[in-house]
């Protein structure tokens, strides 16, 4: 079974300002992805990034960054020069290697970007 | 052109009622799956599917059931209604199992009074 926590239920952030959000994660699977979605006020389910369990170097994409550490196992979202438009609902998300593409999600982060 | 839709996108039931939720993908996709969202729990995982008539049951399958007799649809049924069913329901899809792609519906919200 696996299982992703996400210690952080809310977190705050000054504009323009870097944050790191917390996911730590449980699996006796050796192959796995880790993925991170956003969810703004209006519901839907944003993918903003993605790591492969044999992928040796962090994922980014934009101002998104991955810091996956395999050995601690945590896969902490850090988003850099934050911007308004990135307060939000964070959730931290894994697929086994052998679950049918099943997503086991954490509990999500609420993220408030201060002016 | 959104890839999936859900249907409804908002109801209101009554306990004991029975009340079906549609799922609908254009990509034809192999993999579908029905996930509930409430607060403190994230998303978690009713029923999925990863075949035509080929389903199976996820972490709070309890009074759900699904059907999906073609690669478009994937229909999730609550038999009776109770009021801890009320929820936001998220549909997904994905074209294989190793892939990162998945693509959520916009979720229907779920009320059962």
């Known amino acids: 079974a696996q299982k992703i926590t996400q210690t952080q239920p809310g977190m705050f952030v000054q504009e323009k300002e870097a944050v790191t959000l917390d996911c730590t994660y449980d699996t006796s699977d050796q192959s796995y992805g880790l993925f991170w979605y956003k969810q703004p006020s209006s519901g839907e389910m944003i993918f903003l990034i993605y790591?492969?369990?044999?992928?040796?170097q962090n994922a980014t994409e934009g101002r998104y960054s991955l810091n996956f550490q395999k050995a601690r196992k945590s896969a902490n979202l850090v988003i850099s020069a934050s911007q308004l438009g990135d307060s939000a609902m964070y959730f931290c998300a894994m697929r086994g290697g052998t679950s049918y593409g099943k997503l086991t999600f954490g509990q999500g982060t609420i993220l408030t970007v201060h002016p | 052109d959104a890839g999936i839709t859900q249907s409804p996108r908002h109801k209101v039931t009554e306990t004991g009622t029975p009340v079906t939720l549609r799922c609908h993908q254009t990509?034809?996709?192999?993999?579908m799956y029905w996930y509930r969202q409430d607060p403190g729990h994230g998303l978690r995982l009713i029923h999925y599917?990863?075949?035509?008539?080929?389903?199976d049951k996820g972490e709070v399958s309890d009074g759900y059931s699904v059907s999906r007799s073609k690669t478009e649809d994937f229909l999730l049924t609550l038999e009776s209604a109770t009021s801890s069913q009320t929820s936001v329901y998220f549909c997904?899809?994905?074209?294989?199992?190793?892939?990162?792609?998945?693509?959520f519906g916009s979720g229907t919200r779920l009320t059962v009074v």
């Open positions: 990509e034809n996709h192999r993999y």
């Open positions: 997904a899809i994905s074209e294989s199992m190793q892939n990162y792609g998945y693509t």
């Open positions: 599917s990863y075949g035509v008539k080929d389903t």
């Open positions: 790591q492969g369990s044999y992928d040796e």
